[in-house]
């Protein structure tokens, strides 16, 4: 058989077939141009990551107890990283240090176009986030796009535990605590994260002991004084603020980030992405993104 068409219907043909193999003009929700453009967001991974440490006095809890503030944020588009690091008795406290730093580089270096890092820590994890303050990045061959820390009721000087029962499985000395303290290497700080303006909101609980408020606030006060002579945060010119929250204790104030009406939403400003998360108490699919120690 032979089959003769014009050079109009090879060309309506051809557009027709454009037309069937171009997906984008296929789309129903969103408009070709948008639908292409969120789908290279997504495949670009240009996301904010919130990187969340969590606590248990170095010797309790884990990555699998720890992704309760997943939902609200993935429902608004930012990653959430819980990073598993080795507790005591099996991890000293300078390799749990180590693991957070090695984590957060993991993300950098796995996801180069993220919308920043946001380390946030509770408690324990506070005080391995607040590590990453004073983290010398060229070490590790790539500065993390650090551009928030969330330090929830943590501790910065670690000299007080060393004589408690804190440290039966951690066995710091005197020597390991200052060492670990970020309150004590402020100065010596290295380098500090890409972005100058990388905001610190330091956070405690109402109900937090008073050595938890004092930890909280000698770190973050806005100028040194006779009374507290070390340097902090403010006087080493981090763009640092402090909230005490309202009538939460030390358990609640973390449980809360699963909540629509969170109680972080009084914090004001919120410099982070994760209040416009919690803010909006969308719960969207619940997909953490995890790895473990052997993959970084
Ligand atoms: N043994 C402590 C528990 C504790 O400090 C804690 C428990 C869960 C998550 C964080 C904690 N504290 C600091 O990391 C207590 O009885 O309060």
Known sequence: MILLISASQVSRITGELEKQYTPSKWTVRLGAEETLKTFSQIGSQA?????????????????????????????????????????????????????????????????????????????????????MLLTNWTKHGVTPNLRGFLLISGIYDLEPIVSTSVNAPLHMTLEGARRNSPQWHLEAAPVKPADPACPVLVIVGQHDSPEFHRQSREFYQRHASSHFPAQTLCTRGWKASFEELHDVDHFEIIWNLTQEDDVLNQVEPWPFPLVAAIHSGQHGPFSPIEFEEGSF
């Not at 749990?96 to 580089?105: E, F, L, N, Y």
């Open 47 to 131: 996301w904010p990551f919130l990187v969340f440490v969590h606590g248990g006095y170095w010797q309790y809890g884990s990555k699998d107890e720890s992704a309760f503030m997943v939902n609200p944020l993935t429902a608004q588009g930012v990653a959430v990283v819980v990073v598993a690091y080795d507790i005591a008795p099996k991890g000293t406290l300078d390799q749990m240090v180590d693991q957070v730093a090695r984590s957060t580089v993991f993300v950098q270096k796995r996801y180069p176009c993220n919308e920043g890092i946001y380390l946030c820590g509770h408690s324990a994890g506070a005080h391995l986030a607040a590590m």
